[in-house]
């Protein structure tokens, strides 16, 4: 049999709280605590149902199993103080580091209220152990939950206040709590929606990303943070997926800085026609945003367009006032890379004679689009050579690499054994 409560008496006629109670008991104490007809009759029923299951009730579980019904507040000062007497035990027993005594305690002690604070106070260590004494506590509310029906059910602050100490040491652990919220009908607040999609983003969870699509199609009744907008979106792989969340972001008036921009392109980066429609989307508003000269996000814009149709990244580059020396090695790469060499070497020009001074990655992306147009290419291939030596550049492996291939491809290998040796002579 199992038995909850071992301190004090219900009544000055209650039997001590180690006595397990009569069906006859039960409703004498039921009367004792005031407790209506119909709420007698349901504990009553109670009590068959456990007795069929061979499961004793003593006067403390009634007592608290009553205040559970009534979803009223301790207020016995009794209480309160046994409550206080509680959670000192388990900071000393915690502070020892004898958990399993804690968890000894709890199970002596089982209440709601015990259960909440008990996971307030374990859940800002970042310690396995910890972890796994949350875990035991929460299993200790759902399997008396399944033993005595309808003792504690968990709630959304223990819910939250054990998610918030697994993020911290095992996310996985997160991802496994996201179905107690349906199955124990915890209403889903800010604070667990934010708490899944940390888990979300450590554990690059694609499946806890689309439930959370899920519970927002469903309707809450709080405005997400841009912050977890943004995880979700970019954990999503299906156009499907991505656009919903971009329709949801846009109708909800979801705050956006530059880098929620970035993220919002670089999902719009799949090769679906629906794809290029979001980014373009995206793109418009983006333009008309205060964060519209941002380099990095415009960097990813014309990569994004570029996987869908480079004539149109080289007309989004063209719109950009003063583009800088990111934007511009940006763009020469992208043409060489999608089959526009010609078209890298014209921006070359262009951005040389608006004084922009290339750098190594400018030289090794128009280097890239030379190797592509082979030996009709040799003359400005050597020019650029001669143009690295004399801003004299730091080499780096990536740059000869350049070289000794262009030289390769347009028919000069002596000149790329040349470009070698000077390599190794600098020790690269």
């Not at 390769?408 to 000149?415: Q, R, S, V």
Request: glycine share 4%.
């Amino acid at each position: 049999m199992i038995r909850i409560g071992f301190t004090r008496l219900v009544s000055p006629h209650a039997r001590p709280l180690n006595i397990l109670l009569s069906r006859k008991n039960v409703l004498a104490n039921c009367t004792i605590l005031g407790l209506s007809g119909s709420v007698a009759s349901n504990i009553s029923s109670m009590f068959e149902l456990s007795a069929r299951n061979k499961i004793g009730i003593t006067n403390k579980f009634l007592r608290s199993f009553c205040q559970q019904i009534h979803h009223t507040p301790h207020t016995d000062k009794t209480d309160t103080v046994e409550n206080s007497r509680f959670i000192s035990s388990v900071k000393t027993l915690c502070s020892q580091n004898k958990l399993s005594q804690a968890l000894d305690l709890f199970k002596e002690n089982l209440t709601l209220r015990n259960a909440c604070d008990f996971m307030n106070l374990i859940k800002h260590s970042e310690e396995e152990k910890f972890m796994q004494l949350g875990l035991q506590v929460y299993g200790l509310m759902i399997s008396s939950r399944v033993l005595l029906n309808t003792h504690i059910l968990p709630n959304a602050d223990i819910l939250s206040s054990l998610m918030f100490l697994c993020n911290k040491i095992n996310p996985e652990q997160t991802l496994k709590l996201f179905s107690d919220i349906k199955r124990y009908n915890i209403k889903m607040n800010q604070q667990i929606f934010s708490l899944l999609t940390y888990a979300t983003m450590k554990t690059k969870s694609e499946r806890l990303a689309k439930q959370l699509v899920q519970v927002l199609k469903r309707g809450v009744d709080f405005k997400p943070k841009s912050q977890s907008c943004s995880v979700i979106l970019t954990s999503l792989k299906t156009i499907e997926d991505i656009a919903w969340m971009i329709d949801f972001i846009f109708e909800t008036n979801i705050e956006m800085d530059a880098n929620f921009y970035k993220n919002l392109l670089i999902a719009c980066s799949l090769t679906e026609p629906t794809a290029r429609i979001y980014g373009e989307k995206v793109y418009s508003r983006f333009s008309n945003s205060p964060f519209k000269k941002d380099p990095l996000t415009l960097t990813v814009a014309l990569q994004m367009f570029a996987k869908h149709d480079i004539e149109q990244s080289i007309k989004v580059f063209h719109t950009i006032k003063e583009p800088n020396l990111i934007l511009w090695s940006c763009i020469i790469g992208l043409c060489a890379k999608y089959g526009e060499p010609n078209k890298s070497i014209e921006l070359y020009d262009q951005m040389i004679t608006n004084n922009t001074t290339p750098d190594e990655i400018t030289y090794t992306n128009i280097l890239t689009a030379i190797f592509n147009l082979g030996p009709s290419a040799l003359e400005k291939g050597k020019q650029i050579h001669q143009q690295i030596r004399q801003y004299k550049l730091d080499l780096n492996v990536i740059l000869f690499s350049a070289l000794i291939q262009m030289y390769n491809k347009c028919g000069e290998p002596n000149k790329s054994i040349e470009v070698y040796d000077q390599m190794i002579a600098n020790n690269i």
